[in-house]
């Protein structure tokens, strides 16, 4: 209904409008109306006035006057007439009332004219009224529409932030649930490994078995030189037969024990982050990772380039067995005489395991990184006060050689000076 209203109702321009087109109509109407009896009138006054200065005898003196002002009269009229556009009054009373009769005729014409064109201007004004309210409908629809626009607009906006706001929450969900894979893996870890006291006491345990062998090495061998003097060759060569049996079980023990002393180590040692390093170390690891795909001369010079900006060198390269993580006890005492050389009691020594491209790449990481344990855990026994050890691995590789995968199945001990 308040559509309906406001459709109905004109503006004020538009019905000013059409109040002065029905007022000039009427205005125009009403002078030619005027003119055709003033005319009318003139013509009868002028037929009048003949006849009666025929018939009556009127002196000269007004006669002339009267044509005088017949004469101003008649140039008054014909000036408006011209004014316009019409043409001049007839000379003759006759003709003027031909032309009277035609004024008449043209008069009556007028009017039907005007009466018509009434009628189409009424026609026009429904018909502008129509477009009027039809005007007034598309603007109410088009604001409508303009509103209903503003409100999907609006809309689409919160739905597009709200779309951006379920990406976001969809990669902190994913981010989170790694998160909790990786503390729950960890938290399984942390749960199989024994106490800082079973820690110690295995330890303390393993020191002991350590002592305890270097004696048994050191009577064995005094025991064997004084039954070489005293004993019989027969006896001797007994007593050597049975030691030599006895020293694969040894050396089997001997391993056995290096494997449980590093897998003790790893969860201290061991580093799955290079955010867990410090800032000279991490430095060097982020640059270890660049160059994999290098050739050997380009390995070299970089390796040069790190000593002079980053502090850090190679003092020690430990080759592994393929698929194992063992380290020869001959190799331990080399480790023992390059650490003890070492002149700073304040370096940081960072082992980094490499395993060949042969086997799988998941597996290559595991080796790699119990190899840089075994290595680092041997470091650790030997270092002084004051220096810190860690173990990170780099995986599978060919860097150092892309043929021999021996060459590959490596440690490097670097020694970073602080």
């Known amino acids: 209904m308040e559509n309906q209203d406001s459709s109905n109702t004109k503006p004020d321009g538009v019905s000013a409008q059409n109040t002065s087109v029905k007022t000039g109509g009427n205005q125009l109407t009403t002078a030619l109306i005027v003119i055709i009896v003033v005319l009318l009138f003139v013509m009868l006054l002028f037929t009048m006035n003949g006849k009666m200065f025929q018939s009556s005898g009127t002196p000269d003196g ?32 006759s003709s003027a009332r031909v032309m009277a009769e035609r004024i008449q005729r043209d008069a009556t014409s007028l009017a039907a004219m005007t009466s018509q064109w009434q009628t189409e201007l009424e026609k026009k004004d429904e018909l502008l009224h129509t477009r009027e309210s039809e005007i007034a409908g598309h603007t109410q629809t088009a604001q409508r529409l303009y509103a209903q626009i503003t409100t999907l607009q609006a809309k689409l906006d919160q739905q597009a932030g709200s779309a951006d706001q379920v990406v976001r929450l969809t990669n902190d969900l994913k981010i989170a649930q790694n998160k909790i894979l990786d503390t729950t893996k960890q938290l399984q870890e942390l749960m199989g490994r024994p106490t800082n006291e079973q820690v110690a006491l295995i330890r303390k345990q393993l020191n002991d078995s350590l002592d305890a062998r270097n004696k048994l090495e050191l009577q064995v061998d005094k025991l064997t030189a004084e039954a070489k003097n005293k004993v019989g060759k027969k006896m001797y060569d007994d007593i050597a037969a049975e030691l030599a049996q006895l020293k694969p079980e040894h050396r089997k023990q001997r391993y056995e024990i290096q494997r449980l002393r590093a897998e003790l180590d790893r969860a201290k040692l061991f580093i799955e982050s290079a955010k867990d390093l410090p800032a000279e170390a991490a430095r060097l690891f982020a640059k270890l990772k660049t160059l994999e795909d290098v050739n050997e001369q380009q390995l070299k010079a970089a390796y040069t380039n790190i000593d002079s900006t980053l502090g850090a060198r190679v003092i020690h390269r430990q080759s592994f067995a393929t698929g194992s993580a063992q380290i020869d006890f001959d190799r331990e005492s080399i480790i023992r005489d390059i650490i003890s050389k070492s002149g700073d009691t304040n370096a940081y020594f960072l082992v980094v395991g490499y395993a060949s491209k042969s086997g799988g790449k998941e597996q290559n990481k595991t080796l790699s990184s119990k190899r840089a344990t075994t290595v680092a855990s041997v470091v650790n026994v030997l270092r002084a006060t004051g220096q810190e050890v860690r173990a990170v691995y780099l995986g599978e590789t060919a860097r150092f050689s892309k043929t021999d995968e021996m060459a590959n199945q490596i440690c490097e001990v670097w020694e970073i000076k602080r």
């Open 62 to 93: 007004d006669l002339t006057a009267l044509k005088t002002r017949n004469t101003q009269l008649r140039a008054e009229i014909n000036a408006e007439r011209a004014s316009r556009g019409l043409p001049p009054l007839p000379e003759n009373a």
